[in-house]
Nanobody, 130 residues
């Protein structure tokens, strides 16, 4: 499995960005895909995930209503539309994936942390200035 992120940039508060994650190797329907971010000096946090079983999405409170995760199965791409950005959104954004999503959700809950994901992209930097 390979994940490659793109789309990171430096923007001002209130602007929007769209991150993309090209995926390769998810050959079954039972997988989970998510976006994480890590600010300097802080732990990596889950911000959004996509449930491939019922096509539902889950968001962290910090981004709910501003960010949207979407899956384009035909093109093997997961996107994160980020609107109304603020300096607290600054960080390195990672795409992550795992097989056995149904089990993961059952055990780890609706927003599994980083240890539940087996595959990671290299990250893309987002910087939001005041």
């Amino acid at each position: 499995v390979q994940l490659v992120e793109s789309g990171g940039d430096s923007v001002q508060t209130g602007k929007s960005l769209r991150l993309s994650c090209a995926t390769e190797g998810f050959t079954t329907d039972d997988y989970g895909i998510a976006w994480f971010r890590q600010a300097p000096g802080k732990e990596r946090e889950a911000i959004a995930n996509y449930n491939t079983h019922d096509h539902t999405t889950t968001y962290a409170d910090a981004v709910k209503g501003r960010f949207t995760i979407s899956l384009d199965s035909a093109n093997n791409e997961v996107s994160l539309q980020m609107n109304d950005l603020n300096p607290d959104d600054t960080g390195t954004y990672y795409c992550a994936g795992t097989f056995g999503w149904l089990f993961t959700r059952t055990v780890a809950g609706p927003m599994p942390g980083p240890r539940w994901y087996d595959f990671w992209g290299q990250g893309t930097q987002v910087t939001v200035s005041p």
